[in-house]
């Protein structure tokens, strides 16, 4: 039972365009949404996240957007640089342990 | 200040021979979890401590996983015996605990990379 879905296995881009990745869940009980990226033999590092009771979060380059009702949130990279070229995993959090439901992630291609 | 270690970073061995891995947490962190990344999938928690009690093991595999965190600092996953689907990266990640979690305050080592072969 996939809670976390990352449709999209791979996404390449052009440096200097937008990167859009996506992510759906299937659990309305979970109110904290996160992004993590991961360069390979590293660890996850995390990128934003959002609560429930917005509808979008800006940090820098990184804007992540909510739709509650579609169940669906999507992370926004402007403008793309090839250092962003990772794996990129959208995940829910259960606030009070800690624990983390993650989706399969997309691997992120920047070229320059 | 220093991040999560894990040791050995890589390991290779056979089918139903034993393996165990080593985390130890960030200074402070109470909370420590233990991952396993199957390639091609995201991670997917094993278990998680509270100092050195178990918060949750719903997803390891008794029969053949096991882990411990001895005074509540350093822990150690072992699996005996190996299966090829044990082919993975265990990650070990530590956390302050808090009343309420958020993504930004649980730190993630480097992993330990498993081929079962």
């Known amino acids: 039972d996939q809670q976390v879905k990352q449709n999209s296995p791979s996404l390449s881009v052009q440096e200097g365009r937008i990167s859009i990745l996506n992510c759906d869940y299937t659990?309305?009980?979970?109110?904290?949404f996160l992004w993590y990226k991961k360069y390979p033999a590293e660890g996850p590092t995390f990128l934003i996240s959002?609560?429930?009771?917005?509808d979008k979060n800006e940090d820098g380059r990184f804007t992540v957007f909510l739709n509650k009702s579609a169940k669906h949130l999507s992370l926004h990279i402007v403008p793309s640089q090839p250092g962003d070229s990772a794996v990129y995993f959208c995940?829910?959090?259960?606030?009070?342990?800690?624990?983390?439901?993650f989706g399969q992630g997309t691997t992120l291609q920047v070229k320059p | 200040e220093a991040g999560v270690a894990q040791s050995p970073r890589y390991k290779i061995i056979e089918k139903r021979q034993s393996v165990a891995f080593w985390c130890n947490p960030i200074?402070?962190?109470?909370?420590l979890y233990w991952y396993q990344q199957i390639l091609g999938q995201g991670p997917k928690l094993l278990i998680q401590?509270?100092?050195?009690?178990?918060?949750?093991d719903s997803q390891l595999p008794k029969d053949r996983f096991s882990a411990e965190r001895l005074k509540g600092v350093d822990s150690t996953l072992k699996i005996q015996p190996a299966k090829l689907e044990d082919s993975a990266v265990y990650l070990c990640?530590?956390?302050?605990?808090?009343?309420?979690?958020?993504?930004?305050?649980?730190?993630f080592g480097e992993g330990s990379w498993l081929t079962v072969v």
């Open positions: 990640a530590s956390s302050f605990p808090d009343t309420r979690f958020s993504g930004n305050t649980i730190y």
């Open positions: 659990n309305s009980m979970f109110d904290y």
């Open positions: 959002i609560s429930s009771i917005k």
């Open positions: 995940a829910l959090i259960t606030p009070n342990t800690g624990k983390l439901i």
């Open positions: 200074s402070g962190h109470a909370t």
């Open positions: 401590f509270q100092n050195n009690g178990v918060v949750d």
